[in-house]
C-alpha cells in the first residue's frame, strides 16, 4: 500500500533498523524494487531524482507507475514514493504528480537561512497533504568531475534548527559519499552522528550514499538513529553485472533472447536479488 515515510521511519528508529530507500530509473527498476520488498516483507521506500524523472518523462509518469504497480502487484507492504534531492521547484512538481514523500534539498541554496525558509515553507505545504518531508544539512560528498571530496559533516546547530521546521527526517552527512568509495576513504563519523543525534532527539536521520559502506558501519549508524538508507549505485551496478555477463557468455545470442523482456531480465533479476540481501542488513525484513 502507498503512504507517506513518516510512520515506517519513526517506527525503524524505535525498532532499531533502518528502510531502504532505492532508485528507480524505469518500470522494471520500479517492479524489482517492489518485489524485493514484498518477498521480504519489508517497508519500502522507492525514490525518484529530478534527471531520473526526466528520463522516464516526468514525475507523473513514475508516480503513477509506482501508484499502478502497488495496485497491479497486490503489494501490501508499505510504500513510499519519495522524490530523492528536490531542488525548490522540483518538490512542487512532485508534489503535484503524486509523490507521497519529498525531498527538499536546500543544501545548494546560496545560504542556510533560505535552506531554512524554504524547507519550513515546504513542510507547510506538504503537511497540509499528508506528504513526509525529508531536509539536508550540509552537503553530501561525492564525485563530480573526477574529483571526488571527502564527505562533509553537517553541523549540528544547523541540524537543530532545520529539525524545528517540523521536518519528519533530516538527511546529514557524516562523512558520506554518493556513488563509489574511493580507497583512502575515511569512513563514517560516528562522533559526528552522535553529536547531531544529541540535537534532533528521536528525528529519523538519513544515511545518503548507501553503496559501498561496509555492512558494520551501516549496523553501527543504524544503532544510533540512521533509519533510511538510499541506494542508488549499489543497483546499478547489480544490473550492468548481470546484464554483461548475460551477454559476455553469449546468452543473448541463443533463442529469442533479444526480445528485451528475455534480455533484461538477469539485469532485473539480479536487482531483486540484491535489493533482498541489502533488507536483510539493514534489519527491516519481516518489519512490515
Ligand atoms: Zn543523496
Request: proline share 3%.
Amino acid at each position: 500500500m502507498l503512504v507517506n515515510a513518516t510512520e515506517m521511519l519513526q517506527d525503524a528508529v524505535k525498532g532499531q533498523y533502518a528502510v531502504a530507500a532505492f532508485n528507480t530509473n524505469n518500470l522494471e527498476w520500479t517492479r524489482s524494487i517492489l518485489q524485493a520488498a514484498q518477498d521480504s516483507n519489508s517497508p519500502v521506500m522507492v525514490q525518484c531524482t529530478a534527471g531520473a524523472a526526466k528520463w522516464q518523462q516526468g514525475f507523473k509518469v513514475v508516480a503513477d507507475v509506482v501508484a499502478d504497480l502497488v495496485d497491479y502487484m497486490g503489494i501490501t507492504v508499505p510504500v513510499a514514493m519519495h522524490l530523492d534531492h528536490g531542488s525548490y521547484e522540483d518538490c512542487f512538481k512532485a508534489i503535484d504528480a503524486g509523490f507521497t514523500s519529498i525531498m527538499y534539498d536546500g543544501s545548494h541554496e546560496e545560504s542556510f537561512e533560505l535552506n531554512l525558509e524554504r524547507t519550513a515553507e515546504i513542510v507547510k505545504l506538504c503537511h497540509s497533504k499528508g506528504l513526509s518531508v525529508e531536509a539536508e544539512v550540509g552537503g553530501i560528498g561525492g564525485t563530480e568531475d573526477g574529483v571526488t571530496s571527502a564527505g562533509e559533516l553537517a553541523d549540528p546547530a544547523e541540524c537543530k534548527a532545520i529539525a524545528d521546521t517540523g521536518i519528519d527526517f533530516l538527511a546529514c552527512g557524516i562523512g558520506n559519499i554518493h556513488g563509489l568509495y574511493p580507497d583512502d576513504w575515511e569512513g563514517l563519523s560516528f562522533e559526528r552522528l552522535s553529536e547531531i543525534k544529541a540535537e534532533v532527539g528521536d528525528l529519523p536521520l538519513v544515511l545518503h550514499g548507501g553503496t559501498g559502506i561496509p555492512t558494520e558501519m551501516i549496523q553501527k549508524a543504524i544503532s544510533m538513529g540512521i533509519a533510511k538508507i538510499n541506494v542508488n549505485t549499489d543497483l546499478q551496478v547489480a544490473f550492468a553485472r548481470a546484464t554483461r555477463e548475460f551477454v559476455v557468455s553469449g546468452k543473448d545470442l541463443e533463442g529469442k533472447n533479444y526480445d528485451p523482456r528475455k534480455f533484461l531480465k538477469p539485469g532485473f533479476d539480479a536487482i531483486v536479488d540484491r535489493a533482498k540481501e541489502l533488507i536483510v542488513d539493514f534489519g527491516s525484513k519481516d518489519k512490515a
